[in-house]
């Protein structure tokens, strides 16, 4: 996929140049090559220079894409139908990587219109930048909620009740990339050409890779040769992590995916890397390292036998457009309607319908899966 990129400014090449300077540092330490889920780990996180570690815009239209609740107000407010259920009898909220903190905003006013306000709101976010910007939004659109809301540096470890909500965060978490070919399994790591440049490499899979592979992947199903594609081994440690302390309730997943054997498919023998740089999607992510997203799509099914294997069941397993279509979504579009100050608003508003919604759009591509305890 050949994709033309806007030229970064030379702030941000250097910025990125001096994270590229320090993975380069650990691919020789590691003998030239690194795992790509290390490469990933680093390009996004390094502190201070990974992607979401630093200060750059992201998400909105001045970053480099946008999230379901950064297109307006629609998402979170049916979200907030949704959760009702949860937040009786003292249910709490749980998000994970929240972004700008867009939709922790706006789920908070409507769950307060609709009078089930959840006695705490509280908010795991890695990046000590994103949470200055999620302060930022709370305080500019919800000051006088501020006492319910916490942030987490860590899953919480007391037992507590409600509903944890994590929308587009599994696609970020880091993956092994492999090949698979008639001569079998081979790992793809990153290694560094003479000019500095980092590039794919082909390594044997080690026991580890090995393994993963085995749970999931029938072999005999992945064809063209080779076939290259993404695996994430930590999703089940991930998962059993941010749930453990969850006594009842539910886990209410929202991201881009497929079930397993889409995901798999001939289709997508390349994989299923995709980078974000200003609204420029690719699938190059060994370039701009520390400048770009880097996403791996969900498989599904993997998230489903992540759930159970962390004593939850699935309760629903959905297309963006089919929740939001049961969770309210004329009631919000007529009240949303009723509320416009003018014609341009009213537009507005249809054209984040048809983003949310429309099968080309949001509307299938993400999927939304709900795991209950
Ligand atoms: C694509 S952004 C989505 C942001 C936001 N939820 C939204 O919808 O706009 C991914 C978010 O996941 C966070 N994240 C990545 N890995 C995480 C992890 N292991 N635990 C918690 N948050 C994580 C990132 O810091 C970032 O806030």
Not at 74 to 80: D, I, P, Q, T, W
């Amino acid at each position: 996929m050949r994709v033309e990129l806007p030229e970064p400014s030379t702030e941000e090449r250097a910025h990125s140049e001096r994270l590229a300077a320090l993975i380069r540092a650990e691919i020789a330490r590691a003998g030239g090559v690194l795992d790509f889920a290390r490469y990933m780990e680093l390009a996004l996180y390094a502190p201070g220079l990974g992607y979401y570690s630093a200060g750059t815009t992201k998400f909105g239209a001045a970053g480099d894409f946008v999230t379901a609740p950064e297109l307006g107000f629609v998402f979170a407010r049916c979200l907030a139908r949704a959760l009702l259920p949860e937040l009786r009898d003292g249910g709490e909220i749980v998000e994970l990587g929240p972004g700008s903190g867009a939709l922790a905003a706006e789920l908070l006013l409507e769950l307060e219109r609709l009078g089930a306000l959840p006695a705490r709101y509280r908010l795991l976010e890695r990046s000590a930048d994103l949470r200055a910007r999620q302060r930022e939004t709370l305080h500019r659109r919800c000051a006088h909620l501020l006492d319910r809301i916490a942030w987490l540096d860590a899953p919480p470890v007391a037992p507590w009740r409600g509903a944890l909500v994590a929308n587009e965060v599994i696609d970020a978490l880091p993956v092994r990339a492999f090949a698979w070919r008639d001569e079998g399994l081979f790992a793809r790591a990153v290694g560094v050409d003479d000019g500095g440049n980092f590039i794919w490499r082909e390594v044997e899979a080690e026991p580890d890779l090995q393994a993963a592979f085995a749970r999931v992947i029938q072999p005999s199903a992945l064809s063209p040769q080779p076939y290259l594609s993404e695996i994430c081994p930590l999703l089940d440690p991930w998962l059993a992590e941010v749930t453990r302390s969850l006594e009842l309730g539910s886990a209410w997943f929202v991201d881009y995916g497929y079930a397993h054997g889409e995901y798999y498919a001939a289709a997508r023998h390349t994989g299923t890397l995709r980078c974000h740089y200003r609204h420029r999607a690719h699938d190059d992510p060994l370039i701009l390292p520390g400048l770009q997203d880097i996403t791996a799509w969900v498989d599904f099914d993997a998230l489903a036998r992540a759930g159970e294997a962390a004593g939850l069941s699935v309760a629903a397993h959905t297309t963006q457009a089919q929740f939001l279509i049961a969770n309210g979504l004329d009631e919000v579009f007529a009240q949303g309607y009723a509320e416009a100050a003018d014609e341009a608003a009213r537009y507005a508003l249809a054209q984040q319908v048809k983003r949310l919604t429309l099968p080309g759009e949001m509307g299938e591509k993400f999927r939304v899966m709900v795991l209950r305890r």
